[in-house]
């Protein structure tokens, strides 16, 4: 059994509360969009609570909560909205450093009244993925790396967004990629992030400032991916929370300011024998293995089908195009940053691939759930990669879907990954999309009203 999980019993969790004087808690269920819905209980009522319950819509919701009003979703969600029993994963139990009084986090599995996960609902879909490793004796490991902008505060939401200003007084004009300095003008927010993650004991490593004015990354270190998805919903809220007390805000929309790079949530995987604790991704010589190379073709051939869910909302698609430090096809390399899946230069232990096609929008269960589907399914039915690309894949073809809609499209027709992430999650998902996405037609946008009210 994965040690994280293993972590703590329910026992061992209320002594956790007893040692850190917890008289609050949250209990945190993530839904498709990553945002954490749930209960606050107080200490007392979280012990006597042993059948808590909310309704399966919850996890079900599109980003402004609304769900279809007809159609293939409720042949999965019931039209009377059953119940989900939630069981408390004791193993996600942090510390709340924010607030006022001692208040812990709980995450949460959902269950149906016989037992079983929820199909639908994002932790279900990782638990799943992560099985299908397990029973062939594989156990994954990711490393995140997070993209985020930082943003004066927006009231309106037809103003675009802006750099925040930092200890100088002035916001930043021009790109500060890698610049020591330019971190440190935010100096005074990112002590809180570093103190609020070491609070949580959240494995975050390094901190760098980004090619966009105002962008930041945060790395993860390397760890079993349901652990790094919780660590990721985990950050996510808590950088938004810090920002707010610094009178800015922190987005990790994909593509926020007009003429600056998207954000990327990378993805490094590789995936260890349980066995032997060695990397199948290299031979006993240190060559590269076929299940490398699979694993590589496994990417190449789902990810483009699997998009949706890796790049969710209509703005994702912004930052997947040319000249925009962004991959737009399914190219692979070794140290090759133009490419989709690049592989960086390591040892052989730590020979890994990196997918940087995930958007930082992307709910975290769902985005490592679909990398780790795509490469486990290239294994299983071994497919070969194409030729490694040795030059600037940006001057090859797209090899992307170029919007929501197309992307929809290609999901509902890969059955492969159907199988793997469940039937019931993709009907629920991109029902949903479809009408989230009828949502956003309905809206004109300003480039609208700029060149064709009177041009027309």
Known sequence: MN??????????????????????????????????????????????????????????????????????????ISATDHDMHLRADPATVRLVPWAVDPTAQVIHDCYNRHGQLVPFAPRSVLRRVCDLFDARGWSPVVAPELEFYLVERNLDPDLPLKPPKGRSGRAETSR????????????????????????????????????????????????????????????????????????????????????????????????????????????????????????????????????????????????????????????????????????????????RIENRVIGADANPYVAMAVTLACGYLGIVKEIEPTPECKGDAYLSAYGLPRSLGEALALLRQETDLAEVLSHAFITVYTELKEAEHAEFMKVISPWEREHLLLHV
Not at 37 to 43: D, E, Y
Not at 318 to 345: E, K, Y
């Open 3 to 76: 040690p994280y999980i293993a972590k703590k019993t329910l026992g061992e969790l209320e002594n956790w509360f007893n040692e850190h004087r917890v008289t609050e808690v949250e209990c945190l269920v993530p839904d498709l969009t990553g945002v954490a819905r749930g209960k606050i209980l107080p200490r007392d009522r979280f012990a006597e609570e042993s059948g808590m319950r909310l309704p399966e819509i919850v996890v079900a919701m599109s980003v402004t909560g609304e769900q279809p009003a007809e159609g293939p979703y409720f042949d999965v």
């Open 176 to 351: 500060q990629a890698y610049s020591i300095d330019a971190v440190n003008e935010f100096d005074p927010l990112f002590e809180d992030i570093y103190a609020y993650c070491e609070a949580m004991q959240l494995n975050v490593d390094t901190l760098i400032h980004e090619i966009g004015a105002g962008q930041m990354e945060i790395n993860f270190f390397h760890d079993h991916p349901l652990q790094l998805a919780d660590e990721v919903f985990f950050f996510k809220r808590t950088v938004r929370e810090a920002a707010m007390r610094h009178d800015m805000y922190a987005t990790f929309m994909a593509k926020p300011i007009a003429g600056e790079p998207g954000s990327a949530m990378h993805v490094h995987q590789s995936i260890v024998d349980k066995k032997t604790g060695q990397n199948i991704f290299s031979n006993p010589d240190g060559t590269p293995s076929k299940e490398f190379y699979w694993y590589i073709g496994g990417l190449q051939r789902y990810i483009p089908s699997a998009m949706a869910l890796l790049a969710p909302y209509v703005n994702s698609y912004r930052r997947l195009m040319r000249a925009t430090a962004a991959p737009i096809n399914i190219q692979w390399g070794q140290d090759n940053r133009t490419v989709g899946f690049r592989v960086p230069v390591s040892t052989p232990a730590a020979r």
